[in-house]
C-alpha cells in the first residue's frame, strides 16, 4: 500500500513486534514489542530523523547493551531510507541505561 509516511510506518511496524514466517526463518529477531512503548511522531529535516515516543511503562531502560540493541533496531530501520542520515530521540531520556 501506498503511504504518505514511509519511516513511521517502518518505526511504527517495528514497534509492533510482528515478524513473518520468512523473517524467522532468515534467523531475524526482535526485542520489541515493549508493554506501553508508542511513536507520538516524527520530523524529518535536513537529514535529522526526529523521533518522539512515549514509553509509559518505562520499558526503554536498562542495561546498557539492552538499550543499545532497542537504540539500533530503531536507527537500522530508519535508515534504510536514503533521506535519513541522523536519528534522534525526544524525550532524550528515553533509551538510557
Known amino acids: 500500500p501506498i503511504t504518505q509516511t514511509p519511516i513511521q510506518d517502518a518505526v511504527k511496524l517495528l514497534l509492533s513486534g510482528k515478524l513473518t514466517e520468512e523473517e524467522r526463518a532468515q534467523g531475524i529477531d526482535t526485542e520489541y514489542p515493549l508493554e506501553g512503548l ?12 526526529t523521533l518522539e515516543f512515549d514509553d509509559a511503562k518505562n520499558k526503554t531502560v536498562g542495561g546498557s547493551c ?3 540493541i532497542l537504540w539500533f533496531q530503531i ?22 541505561p
Do not use: H
Not at 39 to 49: F, Y
Open 38 to 49: 508508542s511513536l507520538k511522531g516524527a520530523l524529518l529535516k535536513d537529514g535529522i530523523l
Open 66 to 68: 539492552r538499550v543499545g
Open 75 to 96: 536507527e537500522a530501520t530508519a535508515k534504510q531510507f536514503p533521506e535519513v542520515r541522523q536519528v534522534r530521540f525526544l524525550p532524550e531520556e528515553i533509551f538510557q
